[in-house]
């Protein structure tokens, strides 16, 4: 399996404290992409790294990515509690046109 | 940006019985769309890859008699759940991509399937 894997698995802040979630991958990737999905919702596009690139930021969050290592990291800072939701890393990889998901981290922030 | 609806968000039906979900692009041609199912807090896992005007291609595992996928026109993709039983019940989420933005996945509300 292609997939990737996430950690932690869940993980409980307070609001105003940052949240790292790490994400790892097997194979070659043109890109990896993270997604949040609200409970029983769709989920929405947040940020996209290509694979050239080492990091990214949109707004409060950051995203590396290390191709050597096969990994990567959304950190979003000064949480709140409408952060509160599961976040998932997917990649981008050539001979594939749909993305592979990894297991994804339920983030709950405390207000 | 890229709108994808899909419906019905939410369905309960009978052991036995054929379910239809219905995926469109709303403002973008989607060639390509993709159908995934998700167990609860798990996921997503691709079932297959839906192609317009041609056959889908099926994840391995997945049965394409069990799981009939027609993608008739640009902005329209159907999943039908033929013969339901109780371990089909999931939630199912499809996705597109606008061929103009080609990287980004857009994604239905999702459809929460209980069969009882």
């Known amino acids: 399996s292609q997939q990737g894997e996430e950690d932690p698995q869940a993980l409980s802040i307070q609001e105003g404290e940052n949240a790292t979630m790490n994400c790892s991958y097997k194979?070659?990737?043109?890109?990896l992409q993270w997604y949040r999905q609200n409970s029983g919702r769709g989920l929405v596009h947040l940020i996209l790294?290509?694979?050239?690139?080492r990091e990214k930021h949109s707004g409060r969050l950051r995203v590396t990515l290390d191709t050597s290592k096969k990994s990567s990291s959304l950190l979003i800072t000064a949480s709140r509690a409408a952060d509160t939701a599961s976040y998932f890393c997917?990649?981008?990889?050539?001979?594939?046109?749909?993305?592979?998901f990894g297991s994804g981290t339920r983030l709950q922030v405390q207000p | 940006g890229a709108v994808v609806s899909q419906h019905p968000s939410r369905v309960i039906c009978k052991s036995g019985t054929s379910v239809k979900i219905e995926c469109r692009s709303l403002?973008?041609?989607?060639?390509?769309m993709f159908w995934y199912r998700q167990f609860p807090k798990k996921s997503l896992m691709l079932m297959a890859t839906?192609?317009?005007?041609?056959?889908?291609?099926?994840e391995q595992g997945v049965e394409k008699d069990k799981f009939l996928i027609n993608h008739a026109s640009l902005t329209l993709s159907t999943l039908t759940v033929t013969s339901a039983h109780p371990e089909d019940s999931s939630f199912y989420i499809c996705?597109?991509?606008?061929?103009?933005?080609?990287?980004?996945?857009?994604f239905g509300s999702g459809t929460q399937l209980s069969v009882l």
């Open positions: 839906s192609n317009e005007g041609s056959k889908a291609t099926y």
């Open positions: 996705s597109a991509r606008d061929h103009q933005l080609n990287e980004k996945l857009f």
């Open positions: 194979t070659s990737i043109n890109n």
């Open positions: 790294i290509r694979s050239n690139e």
């Open positions: 997917a990649t981008d990889y050539t001979g594939r046109r749909a993305l592979t």
């Open positions: 403002d973008f041609q989607a060639t390509t």
